[in-house]
C-alpha cells in the first residue's frame, strides 16, 4: 500500500481547476497546492522589480533569492501574504510569459514535488500530471469552452465590482491558451493516463461529484483501501 495520496488537476486557465480542486482536498481533508498561485507570485515579483522576461540571468538571479510557500490556505512571498496582489489581468499575463522560463520552473517544480512527498495533496497547474506528479494516483484533465470560462471570469471580476469586457477577456484567455500550450518547457498537455473532463454544461458541483468517483474507484481498486 502506498503511504501518500496524490491527485493531479490540469487544464487551460479558467477551466475551475482551483475552485474544483479546493472542494475536492477539503472533501478528502487533505492538502491542496495551487501551482498557477507560484508562478503567479514570480510574475508579481519580477514584474514589480523590472526584471524583464527576456533577461535570463536576472530572472535566474531572482529566483535563487526567492521563496514561496503556502500557510492557511495564504501564499507567502518571502514571508508576505500575496492572496490578493496575484489575482490582477496584469498578473495572470506575466505568470504566463515568466512560467515559459525553464529556471523558474526548474525551481517551482523542485518545490511542488518537496510539497507533495510530505503529505497527501491535491494540486492543480498545467504540467502536474505529466511532471510534477507523473505518478499521481488520480489524474483529470479539466477544460471548458474558451466561452464558458470566459464567462465565468467576466462574473467574477463583475462581482468583485471591477469593469470588464467579454471580448478581451475572452481574446486574454485564448492568448494564454496559446502561449501556455505551445511554450517550449513542459507545455500544457493531457497526460495519457488522465481523465478527459469538460466542465462547460456542468455545475461546479457535478465536476467534484465526478472526480470525487474516480478518486473512489481508484482506492477500492487499491489494495487495504485509503491509505
Ligand atoms: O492557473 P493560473 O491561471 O493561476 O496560472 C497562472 C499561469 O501560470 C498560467 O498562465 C500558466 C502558468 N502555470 C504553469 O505554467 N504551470 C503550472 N503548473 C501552473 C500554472
Redesign the pocket.
Known amino acids: 500500500m502506498k503511504d501518500i495520496f496524490k491527485v493531479a488537476i ?1 487544464g487551460p ?2 477551466a475551475g ?2 475552485t474544483i480542486a479546493k472542494a475536492v482536498a477539503k472533501n478528502l481533508g487533505i492538502d491542496y497546492v ?7 507570485a514570480v ?1 508579481y515579483k519580477a514584474s514589480s522589480r523590472g526584471v524583464s522576461p527576456e533577461d535570463r540571468e536576472a530572472v535566474k538571479h531572482l529566483m535563487e533569492d526567492t521563496d514561496i510557500d503556502f500557510a492557511d490556505g495564504d501564499i507567502i512571498l518571502d514571508g508576505e501574504i500575496i492572496n490578493d496582489k ?1 489575482r490582477t489581468p496584469e498578473i ?1 499575463k506575466a ?2 510569459l515568466y ?2 522560463i525553464p529556471e523558474v ?1 526548474e525551481k ?1 517544480v523542485e518545490l ?1 514535488k518537496e510539497m507533495a512527498r510530505k503529505s497527501d495533496v491535491v494540486m ?5 500530471g505529466t511532471c ?1 506528479l507523473p505518478e499521481a494516483d488520480v489524474k483529470v484533465y479539466l477544460t471548458a469552452s474558451s466561452l464558458v470560462r470566459a464567462r465565468r471570469r467576466y462574473r467574477e471580476l463583475t462581482e468583485k465590482g471591477i469593469a470588464c469586457d467579454l471580448k478581451e477577456i475572452e481574446q486574454d484567455i485564448l492568448d ?1 491558451d496559446h ?2 500550450m505551445h ?1 517550449e518547457h ?1 507545455p ?1 498537455v493531457q497526460a495519457e493516463d488522465a481523465v478527459y473532463l469538460d466542465s462547460s454544461d456542468m455545475t461546479l458541483d457535478q465536476v467534484v461529484d465526478a472526480i470525487g468517483r474516480l478518486i473512489d474507484q481508484k482506492i477500492d481498486g487499491q489494495a487495504g483501501g485509503r491509505p
Open positions: 490540469d486557465s479558467g481547476k482551483s495551487d501551482t498557477g498561485a507560484m508562478y503567479r510574475g496575484i495572470s505568470a504566463s512560467s515559459a520552473r517551482l511542488q492543480d497547474g498545467r504540467d502536474i510534477v494564454r502561449r501556455d511554450r513542459s500544457l
